[in-house]
């Protein structure tokens, strides 16, 4: 235990500090901003939020969920031992993929 | 160790079309632009011929429960699944020309039409309440989306969202109701464990009595029974024309089936209690959307007001609780679709080719120079009036004939009251077809009388009938379009003379659910 | 036999759609004259012993529902086909003298229009019946408001929403009657030869008989419900006018004689005097109104109100005679109102209006249209000698029998009709000629729908047992319903209380009990002896 929080606090600290050390650095306004979520802090009344960002959250959120889904699934089959499932989950992922291949194509993905 | 769920793959054969034909579709829309309105139209149609062979096929099976009991295949499934199955059938060549499916992509309008098809069928076979649920949700996403599909008219998006947003209440509603019914009939889902949960009389527990008021509400949202009617009107006719016609048909009944068989199956025990109510709504359903028919000039307002009309009738039906009851309801259905796709199909192209929209103008004085639009659009008047000679009045017949045996001959009589309402209007635009001038102004520039004109995207009439103004042909002149109209038309009539194979057909769905039902 | 009789008009009126628009006109002709034929041939072949039913013909239809495809001819039926195949052949030739525009579209109407009143005489099944009643209205109503005059769609919708409200509550009442006796029937049926012989229970035969009432008395018209008459009237071209009042009313009073007193016998005692009173209103109603209006439209739609009137007391009356009357009055009124309407059309043309204020003096150069318009006028006030005075004796003989205060109202009727047929001839034929009234003589053309009319007129007035013979077996027949136990069902026949049946009528079977009215008919001299007299 004790090794592999020293492990994690040793080898975090070291990449932290190689970076400090060696990344170059170009600050810009948004770089310097408290947020760093893609969104400017202070929003005026003519803000207009950019519509990918919804695009993509959705995307996100489906995907995500479905995956989510995969888990129990993993757990059944290790304790069920059955075609059945693995032919389900199987038609599952076929079908998210199936709306994968969609997305993709009709360009959802492309940032514009 | 996880026990497999039985599974009737055959009873499931349909579902599974559907499911196969919507990935393909879906993928064939993103297929270069060439090709993608004829091929994916194609497509669906193949799959909704191969979902509609094997529910034929299934008609002759034995009843079966799909999946673990949450889906059951019988008579009244089926049969409701084929009468959707058609209804999307005669609307994939009117979207052919249509400017909501042009603009939204084939492949997607026909995918979220397939996704509608395949929740109605899961609805018509949902034995419980979670299935339920879901396959209601699956049915109305997709129509939601339909209705908006329109992007460049704000009518379209304003149906949309007011769809969505009525929907979503009443799907909420029967959400918190089916809540109350799992809690009241101690934790029972399935239709009948529900029906022995809760027994015979409802008045001792009110937990079950708000979730059935709160589920028939739900319901009767979704197949706009009044006073849940209002956004009818609205959504019919902001929604891309086609797509109205396959909501007001394939909607209804697919939510009628669910209707009755949660209403019988699961509160069978108790239909003396609930009888009066579902009666007394009917009857207002049927003035509210009569009266409610009268004053409009948009034909597809006054269609949806008739809808609301119609559902009264069908909810005659379906409260009887008798076999003859369901038949008659699901015979009204048949024949609903029919002769609402008929009439829809010629609005929709008489909105491309004039700019009156679909403003009772622009089928004035068509009895002329479009003689099968003028009969086929007459006909379809005639048979939802409900005049003879029409599979319309077979089904009021066959309504009245069940409601006067099951002891409700005043809900009878309220059917032909609301008919001789109804004829005012449908003999308005009758009257408009054969005996008013075609409107002397060109449409263009008769633009200041109708609203719709000024919105962009709208077709202007450029002198020569049945063309748009690209010059390609629109609608009208589409041999397609055309066949399917004349189609529908020609059935209408047909059943109206020789109605017993269309009752022997309707006759499958009282069997399924004989054994819950009532004789007569 | 009878379905060629029944499909012919409206097969043709399809077939007419293939056809160059010229000639549809003829075609139409030839094929109203095939069903004129074909009626002529049913009459001449017509056995009218016992009124039983003839040619019937009993197909399945929706055997699901309970409904047959039954027809049948008796003497109640049989010349009422005639007239309608006569009437029919009549209006289409003038229209197709006329040319209408849309020619297709307008002889297939009147050919369904035809199909559909012949289905209401030879139904024997009451929801073909009912179907056919409902139907009638859908090629009138195209053919009053695409072809009509003036104010034509406001007063087809009227008219449609009037007389629908009476017949979609009568498709209740129908539907009703079958269910509610099923399980004495066995099984939902709606043969009225099954559903008279199960009466249902008398609080139910009431309201179902009010139904039928409000459907027959609308279509009659009758008083009170006669709002639609004049603005159709009005509207209405002149060959579907001949239709309209000649043809479809009967189908009205027909109804009654064939469905409401057999099959709600006890109704149609219990609201005898109601009707009385409702014929009785229609007969001075309409007397009063046509004596005071100048439209000759207006004159003659008022004069059928009270023509119908009268059809209503004599079947009323429950008696024999008042029934026997009802039906020759019936093919006397068509017989009479179809030439009206015609000479009315021929006034209008050489006048150019339809007001008899602005109308006089045909007659100085048009003798023969004249001779022919006092014919007309004679009948239509029932001059004795004509066939209408032995119709209204009948039936103010069969009044007489029961309520005679009604009927001594009603005879003041008679004079009425003298007043304003006598007003309306004399204003339009006498007096000296309007300026710019053109006074022609008829042409040829006119002649030949107009002159066979009226040598029915007088052929029926020569012998109108023609009709009165070999009507009263069925009109008997009819009535014997209103027998206590008239088919000896619950009971051995003998034990039939003769002292429940009304004045003339025996209960079935008892053929010989029809020779009981042989004085009167001696006395008139065109009764079934005078008949047999006469007959090779």
């Known amino acids: 235990m004790i090794v592999f929080v020293g492990l994690g606090v040793i080898v975090g600290g070291a990449f932290t500090a190689l970076n400090h050390v060696l990344g170059p650095k170009r600050p810009s306004r948004v770089k310097s901003e408290p947020y760093e979520c893609g969104l400017p802090t202070e929003v005026t009344r003519t803000f207009r939020f950019g519509i990918s960002f919804y695009m993509v959250a959705m995307l996100f959120i489906l995907f995500d969920i479905e995956v989510v889904f995969l888990y129990p699934v993993g757990v059944l089959l290790n304790a069920s031992d059955s075609v059945f499932v693995l032919v389900e989950i199987a038609l599952f992922v076929f079908l998210l993929l199936v709306g994968f291949v969609y997305v993709w194509r009709r360009g959802a993905l492309n940032w514009r | ?520 | 036999m009878l379905v060629a009789i029944f499909a012919i008009p409206v097969a043709v009126g399809l077939i007419g759609f293939l056809l160059p628009a010229r000639i549809v006109g003829w075609w139409a002709t030839l094929g109203a004259l095939a069903s004129l034929a074909l009626a002529v041939v049913l009459v001449a072949g017509f056995d009218a012993t016992g009124g039983v039913l003839r040619d019937v013909v009993d197909e399945s239809w929706i055997p699901q529902l309970g409904v047959r495809f039954q027809l049948g001819v008796d003497g109640l039926s049989v010349f009422l086909v005639l007239l309608t195949s006569l009437l029919w052949a009549a209006a289409v030739l003038w229209s197709a003298l006329q040319a209408p525009d849309r020619p297709r579209n307008y002889f297939f109407m009147l050919g369904l229009a035809q199909t559909a009143t012949l289905g209401c005489f030879l139904a024997q099944d009451l929801l073909l019946f009912v179907l056919c009643f409902d139907l009638m209205l859908v090629p009138l109503y195209f053919l009053v408001g695409a072809w009509g005059t003036g104010d034509r769609i406001r007063a087809t919708i009227k008219m449609i929403v009037y007389t629908l409200v009476g017949s979609l509550l009568m498709l209740v009442g129908a539907i009703a009657t079958a269910v509610l006796s099923a399980d004495a029937t066995g099984g939902i049926t709606f043969s009225l030869e099954v559903l008279r012989r199960f009466p249902l229970a008398d609080g139910t035969q009431y309201w179902i008989f009010c139904f039928f009432a409000a459907a027959f008395l609308v279509k009659m018209p009758a008083v009170v419900v006669h709002g639609w008459v004049v603005d159709a009237y009005r509207s209405c071209p002149l060959p579907v006018l001949i239709l309209l009042g000649g043809v479809l009313s009967k189908v009205a009073a027909y109804g009654f004689l064939r469905i409401v007193i057999p099959v709600f016998p006890d109704a149609s005692i219990h609201f005898q005097e109601l009707l009385l009173i409702i014929g009785l209103a229609s007969i001075l109603y309409g007397s009063a109104m046509a004596f005071t209006r100048t439209g000759l439209r207006d004159i003659v739609a008022f004069s059928s109100i009270a023509q119908m009137g009268f059809i209503t007391l004599g079947i009323f009356s429950l008696s024999g005679a008042g029934g026997d009357g009802s039906v020759l009055q019936m093919v006397n009124h068509a017989l009479v109102v179809a030439p009206i309407f015609l000479i009315i059309a021929l006034l209008a043309e050489r006048t150019g209006t339809e007001d008899i204020r602005a109308m006089g003096g045909m007659a100085k150069r048009a003798p023969v249209l004249a001779a022919l318009f006092i014919v007309v006028t004679m009948a239509l006030l029932a001059i004795p000698g004509s066939a209408n005075f032995v119709g209204e004796l009948f039936i103010l003989k069969g009044v007489f029998e029961t309520k005679v205060a009604i009927a001594l109202i009603a005879s003041s009727g008679i004079a009425f009709a003298a007043f304003y047929a006598l007003r309306m001839y004399q204003r339009t034929m006498h007096n000296p000629l309007p300026e710019g009234a053109d006074s022609r003589e008829l042409t040829l053309r006119e002649g030949v729908v107009l002159v066979p009319l009226v040598a029915c007129i007088v052929a029926l007035a020569l012998y109108p047992g023609l009709i009165t013979t070999r009507g009263q077996d069925s009109v008997d027949r009819s009535l014997a319903s209103l027998c206590e136990d008239p088919y000896g069902i619950a009971g051995e026949p003998a034990a039939v209380v003769e002292a429940d049946c009304p004045p003339g009528i025996e209960p079935e079977p008892a053929p010989e009990a029809v020779a009981g009215r042989g004085g009167f008919d001696a006395w008139t001299g065109y009764g079934p002896a005078a008949a047999a007299g006469v007959a090779p």
């Open chain 2, 1 to 520: 160790m996880i026990e497999t769920p039985a599974i009737d793959y055959g009873a499931l054969s349909p579902i599974i079309a559907l499911v196969a034909g919507i990935c393909v579709v879906l993928l064939v829309g993103l297929i270069g632009p060439r090709g993608r309105r004829g091929l994916s139209s194609a497509l669906t149609l193949a799959t909704l011929a191969a979902a509609a062979g094997l529910l034929v096929w299934q008609l002759g099976e034995p009843d079966a429960d799909l999946v673990a009991g949450a889906l059951r295949s019988d008579g009244l499934s089926i049969t409701i699944g084929l009468i959707v199955v058609a209804a999307a059938a005669l609307v994939v060549p009117l979207q052919l020309r249509d400017p909501a499916a042009e603009e939204a992509g084939f492949g997607e309008t026909h995918t979220l039409l397939l996704g509608s098809v395949l929740g109605m069928l899961l609805l018509a076979e949902a034995q419980n309440l979670i299935s339920f649920f879901v396959a209601l949700e699956l049915l109305s996403i997709p129509l939601y989306v339909l209705c908006g599909s329109h992007r460049s008219r704000s009518r379209s998006l304003e149906s949309g969202l007011k769809y969505l947003i009525v929907g979503s209440i009443g799907s909420a509603t029967l959400l918190y109701g089916s809540a109350f019914i799992y809690g009241g009939s101690g934790g029972a889902t399935d239709f009948t464990a529900i029906a022995q949960g809760i027994g015979a009389d409802l008045a001792d527990d009110p937990l079950v009595l708000i979730g059935i008021a709160l589920v028939a509400v739900g319901l009767a949202f979704k197949v706009s029974i009044a006073p849940f009617h209002q956004w009818t009107p609205d959504v019919y006719e902001g929604a891309p024309t086609p797509i109205t016609a396959f909501m007001a048909v394939a909607t209804k009944a697919a939510a009628f089936a669910v209707f009755a068989r949660f209403f019988i199956t699961a509160l069978g025990p108790s239909a003396d209690q609930w009888q009066p109510a579902l009666a007394a709504l009917a009857a207002v359903t049927i003035v509210v959307g009569n009266v409610g028919a009268l004053g409009q000039d948009s034909l597809k307002r006054l269609l949806g007001y008739s809808g609301v009309a119609q559902a009264g009738y069908m909810l005659t039906g379906l409260l009887l609780g008798t076999v003859k009851g369901i038949d008659a309801l699901v015979f009204y259905l048949a024949a609903y679709m029919l002769i609402n796709m008929a009439a829809f199909a010629v609005i929709a192209v008489r909105e491309r080719e004039t700019a009156y929209g679909d403003d009772i103008t622009a089928v004035q004085g068509i009895g002329k120079d479009r003689p099968a639009l003028a009969w086929s659009l007459t006909i379809s008047m005639l048979a939802l009036a409900g005049l003879p000679g029409t599979a319309g009045f077979i089904g009021k017949l066959f309504l009245i004939e069940a409601a006067v045996a099951g002891n409700y001959t005043w809900l009878g009589v309220f059917i032909v009251v609301g008919s001789m309402i109804s004829l005012v209007y449908y003999l308005r635009v009758v009257a408009a077809i054969w005996m008013r001038p075609a409107p002397r102004l060109a449409p263009a520039m008769a633009g200041a009388s109708t609203e719709a004109a000024g919105e962009p995207g709208l077709p202007r009439r450029t002198g020569e009938p049945g063309r748009t103004p690209s010059g390609a042909p629109s609608g009208g002149r589409c041999w397609l379009v055309l066949g399917a109209i004349l189609a529908a038309t020609a059935a209408t009539v047909a059943f109206g003379i020789v109605p017993s194979p269309l009752i022997d057909f309707s006759a499958h769905a009282g069997e399924g659910l004989a054994s819950m039902l009532g004789p007569g």
